[in-house]
């Protein structure tokens, strides 16, 4: 069976000149491209997508103009032996891949496939005999709609030269290149070379600095008692700081030159104390404050108000790739109280090129790095699900452990009821809470996988929507989050379902979620998902949270 335009012997030749030898999944891949070209309209102008790293792109690349280089192939290794050629406009294609069922008559591609044989084992001859007799006959088709965001070309973007290995890389990699972020394919040998001291500087023995400024905060440290800045930037010093530098350790200071400062504005750099103030403003958002001037070349952020903090985390990631600058913070979605310090910043050297300064504020952007939201003091309604609980069997015990919990976030709970396994019963309920003028719905109970669990099915039937089921945190994965939607007689009701564990741990998924819900933060399951990391908790016997890192 030819593949193609060639006889099964000029397409091995061919395999052969391309990849060093006919390889038999070339030559299988030989078909299956084939197949698929057969079965997309006359005319189309197609991209492909392959699924495996293995022979079958390089017989995309010899019967196609699609090539890795060109990128109209894009090969996302999933380990599955198939190709997908598709519309290059609308996606709309087919997709060709070796059915295992259709195996059993070709016993030596069978063992090929399976990995039954090692290489050396292998019947070369009958393999190709099979391959040939077999053809396409061995694949299974079907029509698919590639996505667009493996159709087309990444648009260009601007080529930047990185800071650290002084190679250029395309801008939206980031501040610097990925081999810098530890992509790179192989290991480097770096080292850090001091820079030269600025012009606008001069080192002197502290003998000769008095009558000179300081040209920055310079600090003192008594282990457990005090540090802070001893002399401040500008300072002017006196023939009685000269002991007081050398009792800190300090035999040769910076000072100010004043003809040389203009030449540093010349040459482009900016010291730290106005680089940590030009940083502050870009990364300060609602409820965030800082003070000024900076203190030791640094500038420390604290809330403004109550409420919770939230950080972009991706973005602060990206800043801190930025060579000789710095920011640190507590945890996104932490609690917070008015004046408590969360987050600073400072550049790493005394003076910090304007070029670098420009780099890091075009990755701060337009918006803030740092905000505190409020916290609502919501209205909530509490309703506890289960026959048992219902029929006073069991003692309910949720409705005054969620009250506790809702009250220290000062909400207040205007409706609490508790039905049994019941769908009617149930969905009655949510309708007489949300009369009731709740807008936090508490649900407790049902959210498992036992047969009378039903709370979910009635929130669904009542227009849960946004439902997710399901944290990856370790107390706490059952449960639910979502919203009813605003109807002509009452506006949203947020929706957190709490599984049964609350009843026993101290802290739960319930105590990460309730004050991010508070605050408004739509809930995704990315958001989820960063959840893992920091998820489980220790159950200690004295629980300290949240001082400790469950959750963050």
């Known amino acids: 069976m030819n593949i193609g335009s060639y006889t099964f012997e000029e397409f091995k030749a061919l395999a052969r000149n391309f990849h060093g030898y006919a390889a038999p999944g070339l030559l299988i891949g030989g ?68 059915d295992p069922s259709k195996l059993e008559d070709f016993p030596e591609i069978r063992d090929w496939f399976f990995k039954r044989k090692p290489k050396k084992d292998q019947n070369v001859a009958r393999l190709e005999q099979e391959i040939e007799r077999a053809g396409d006959t061995i694949c299974r088709m079907e029509s698919v709609t590639v996505k667009q965001r493996y159709l087309g070309h990444k648009p260009m973007d601007a080529i930047e030269v990185c800071p650290v290995c002084g190679e250029a890389y395309p801008r939206y990699d980031g501040p610097i290149c990925r081999g810098c972020q530890g992509q790179a394919p192989y290991t480097s040998m770096h080292s850090l070379v001091a820079d030269s001291m600025p012009a606008g500087l001069r080192v002197v023995p502290v003998a000769e600095a008095v009558g000179r400024e300081a040209a920055h905060d310079m600090t003192r440290i008594e282990p457990g008692q005090f540090k802070g800045p001893e002399f401040k930037a500008g300072q002017r010093l006196s023939i009685g700081d000269v002991c007081r530098l050398q009792q800190m350790g ?35 958002g609602p409820g965030v404050g800082y003070g000024l001037p900076p203190h030791e070349g640094k500038i420390d952020f604290a809330a403004d108000r109550d409420g919770l903090l939230c950080v972009d985390a991706l973005r602060m990631e990206q800043f801190n790739l930025v060579p000789e600058v710095m920011v640190a913070s507590r945890h996104d979605g932490t609690v917070i109280r008015k004046g408590s310090r969360f ?18 504020l075009e990755v701060l952007g337009s918006e803030p790095l740092f905000s505190v939201l409020p916290l609502r003091r919501a209205k909530v309604g509490i309703l506890v699900t289960g026959t048992e609980v219902f029929q006073g069997i069991i003692e309910d015990k949720f409705i005054p452990v969620i009250t506790a ?15 049994p396994d019941d769908l009617d019963m149930m969905r009655d309920a949510i309708a007489d809470i949300r009369t009731a003028g709740a807008d936090l719905l508490v649900t407790t109970g049902g959210l498992s996988v036992d047969p009378d669990d039903l709370t979910r099915q009635a929130l669904l039937e009542y227009g849960l929507t946004n439902g997710l089921h399901g944290a990856p945190v370790l107390p706490g994965t059952m449960s639910v989050m ?17 599984p049964a564990c609350a009843l026993y741990y101290k802290t739960t998924f319930l105590d990460i979620i309730l004050p991010r819900l508070l ?22 016997h004295t629980c300290t949270w949240p001082k400790c890192w469950f959750g963050k």
């Open 31 to 98: 078909y299956m491209v084939a197949m698929a070209k057969r079965n997309l309209p006359k005319g189309t102008l197609f991209e492909a997508v392959v699924e495996t790293t293995k022979c079958l792109p390089d017989a995309v690349q010899l019967l196609t103009l699609c090539s890795t280089g060109n990128n109209w192939m894009k090969v996302t290794n999933l380990g599955r032996y198939a190709v997908s050629l598709g519309d290059k406009y609308t996606g709309e294609g087919v997709r060709v891949g070796i």
């Open 250 to 284: 300090r035999f040769h200071v910076a000072v100010r030159d004043p003809a040389a400062a203009a030449e540093a504005s010349r040459q482009g750099t900016r010291h730290e104390n106005e680089v940590a103030e030009c940083f502050a403003r870009a990364m300060a």
């Open 343 to 360: 987050a600073g910043t400072r550049a790493i050297p005394l003076f910090l090129p304007e070029e670098r300064m420009r780099q890091a």
């Open 405 to 419: 919990k809702v009250g220290a976030y000062s909400c207040t709970v205007v409706k609490s009821t508790v039905v």
């Open 482 to 498: 979502g919203a009813l939607p605003a109807t002509d007689t009452g506006g949203r009701v947020q929706v957190l379902g709490v």
């Open 519 to 540: 605050a408004g933060r739509e809930i995704s399951r990315r958001e989820l998902a960063r959840m893992g990391e920091g998820g489980y908790c220790m159950a200690c």
